[in-house]
């Protein structure tokens, strides 16, 4: 079983959908979480970054963590055709190595 | 504030042939990581720094790949010989090396073996 699993999609939605993208892990020793966006042919960009459960929230994009069931979610609101790309998840325990996803590939239809 | 640089961004060789990447992190950061990126794939770690010293290379296939991070700063990935199954995308990634620190990415330096 790989430590932190993602659907890969490939999602498709219309324009100002909301787009929920999640992933499940196994280690309950994972403290933080983090999403990135990574456009094609680009590195990995540094969306949202969390600390243990709870929710975040920074303009469209909402990062939610619940611990107790191993699950993580970033919801996209009025999701743009700038938001096609591919989310990757990650996580890591208090140490610095880090865990990631496959990866999730979105597109936004205008 | 910069980001982490990586060069070059583009890469073809022959199979059989040397390829070197460079990466420079972000300045403060301890701790500097190689991965290799296939696509469809998320990052797969090839090597951990934490300065100057290698954390972790249990992933890095040492008979074709080295790395060195001499003045624990800039960082310098090698291919020799190359292998077609070596056609992926090397990221550099960097960060403070405390405890929560964030993980930050370079724009990745894409190989192609022939």
């Known amino acids: 079983q790989k430590e932190v699993e993602q659907d890969p999609g490939p999602l498709s939605v219309p324009e100002g959908a909301i787009v929920s993208l999640n992933c499940t892990y196994s280690?309950?020793?994972?403290?933080?979480f983090m999403w990135y966006r990574q456009y094609s042919r680009k590195g990995p960009e540094l969306l949202m970054y969390t600390y243990s459960s709870g929710n975040k929230e920074d303009g469209r994009f909402t990062a939610q963590v619940d611990k107790s069931s191993k699950y993580i979610s970033l919801f996209i609101r009025d999701s743009q055709p700038s938001d096609s790309a591919t989310y990757l998840c990650a996580m890591r325990e208090t140490g610095n190595q880090f865990y990631f996803g496959t990866g999730t590939s979105l597109t936004v239809i205008p | 504030e910069a980001g982490v640089a990586q060069s070059p961004r583009y890469k073809i060789i022959e199979k059989r042939q040397s390829v070197a990447f460079w990466c420079n992190p972000i300045s403060g950061h301890a701790t500097l990581y190689w991965y290799q990126q296939i696509l469809g794939q998320g990052p797969k770690l090839l090597i951990q720094?934490?300065?100057?010293?290698?954390?972790?290379d249990s992933q890095l296939p040492k008979d074709r790949f080295s790395a060195e991070r001499l003045k624990g700063v800039d960082s310098t990935l090698k291919i020799q010989p190359a292998k077609l199954e070596d056609s992926a995308v090397y990221l550099c990634?960097?960060?403070?090396?405390?405890?929560?620190?964030?993980?930050?990415f370079g724009e990745g330096s894409r190989l192609t073996v022939l």
């Open positions: 720094f934490q300065n100057n010293g290698v954390v972790d």
């Open positions: 280690n309950s020793a994972f403290q933080y």
């Open positions: 990634a960097s960060t403070h090396g405390g405890a929560g620190g964030e993980l930050f």
